[in-house]
């Protein structure tokens, strides 16, 4: 059985760069996110091809905007980040309307996530660093607080007391994301 489409749309994607001899490029990829999984196709004369990449949806620990490299060509003037376990992909919407699109989209898919980050990179990891810091690993802390993790736990926690205080009886388990867990 095929899951419901929430969001599809031909977007640019930056390359992984898993190796650190892989090239720096940028591929024209069809995006599909359902409730279970972000995934990513080859796009070819206007038709979508094979699946190149998947990420499930409970993995997704921040979705964010990035900020500009220097010299951004008209193509990239949009991007976003996606920090997942085991990964951190970069996406360019069309325009602003299209990233804003997929930023709502995907924060309403995560936003109940058990492991979501408390602080994020706002800069791109290039050349073997983040641009925001200059930390060294990918897999860094982030440097910059990422507001929306706190806006989640407290919508969960708003959510959570309403239930306790229309049945006092009931127990409910508060979700932290790690800002709270971290006590930042």
């Known amino acids: 059985m095929e899951e419901k ?6 977007l640019l994607k930056k390359s992984q760069q898993k190796k650190k001899i892989s090239p720096i490029n940028y591929k024209k990829r069809w995006f599909v996110l359902t409730k279970a999984n972000l995934s990513y196709y080859e796009y070819d004369k206007g038709k979508k091809g094979s699946k190149k990449g998947s990420i499930e949806i409970e993995k997704i620990r921040c979705v964010e ?12 003037q949009y991007p976003f980040q996606i920090v997942y376990k085991g990964g951190l992909l970069y996406i360019y919407g069309t325009n602003e309307e299209s990233r804003e699109r997929w930023l709502a989209a995907l924060h309403k898919e995560i936003k109940d996530n058990s492991d979501l980050l408390n602080k994020y990179h706002k800069g791109f990891f290039i050349s073997g660093k983040f641009l925001c810091c200059n930390q060294t690993c990918k897999t ?10 706190n806006v989640f736990f407290h919508s969960i926690y708003s959510h959570n007391q309403k239930k306790k ?3 006092p009886k009931l127990k409910v388990k508060s979700k932290k994301c790690r800002c709270e867990q971290l006590g930042t």
Do not use: F, H, Q
């Open 165 to 167: 205080s229309m049945n």
């Open 140 to 149: 860094a802390p982030g440097c910059t607080i990422w507001e929306k993790c």
């Open 5 to 10: 489409t929430i969001l599809e749309e031909l």
């Open 65 to 76: 905007t990035v900020n500009l490299e220097e010299l951004t060509p008209p193509a990239r």
